[in-house]
């Protein structure tokens, strides 16, 4: 069965870090491209961060130079390390895998082309 858990969500004040991490079984984690995305209350569910299998990696404009994703795929897990958290980052954040390829100029920021999702893991950030 696929499973892909998050974990390290909780309450920060404005400037500090948190690292969040998902843990994948029940596939070939090392085949998957994997992303973060976040999805507030009422709006729809946007891309934070993603890797594709051949290491690339692809950023929201809003986060770019503060948060950086990363996999171990020797641990099947991914993270996303995130700092000089603002109060906009604020959300439901969810882990991704999907089997589908990417090429250069190619984003992989789109939650359509994902297979599996976690059950995603609560980020506060106070002002």
């Known amino acids: 069965q696929v499973q892909l858990v998050e974990s390290g969500g909780g309450s920060v004040q404005a400037g500090g870090s948190l690292r969040l991490s998902c843990a994948a079984s029940g596939f070939t984690f090392s085949r998957y491209s994997m992303g973060w995305f976040r999805q507030a209350s009422g709006e729809e569910r946007e891309g934070v961060a993603c890797?594709?299998?051949?290491?690339?990696?692809g950023y929201a404009e809003s986060v770019k130079g503060r948060f950086t994703i990363s996999r171990d795929n020797a641990n099947n897990t991914l993270y996303l390390q995130m700092n000089s958290l603002k109060p906009e980052d604020a959300t439901m954040y969810y882990c991704?895998?999907?089997?589908?390829?990417?090429?250069?100029?190619?984003?992989?920021?789109?939650?359509?082309?994902?297979?599996?999702w976690g059950q995603g893991t609560q980020v506060t950030v106070s002002s």
């Open positions: 991704a895998a999907s089997k589908a390829p990417w090429f250069s100029g190619v984003s992989c920021l789109s939650p359509s082309a994902y297979n599996y």
């Open positions: 890797i594709v299998t051949y290491g690339s990696t």
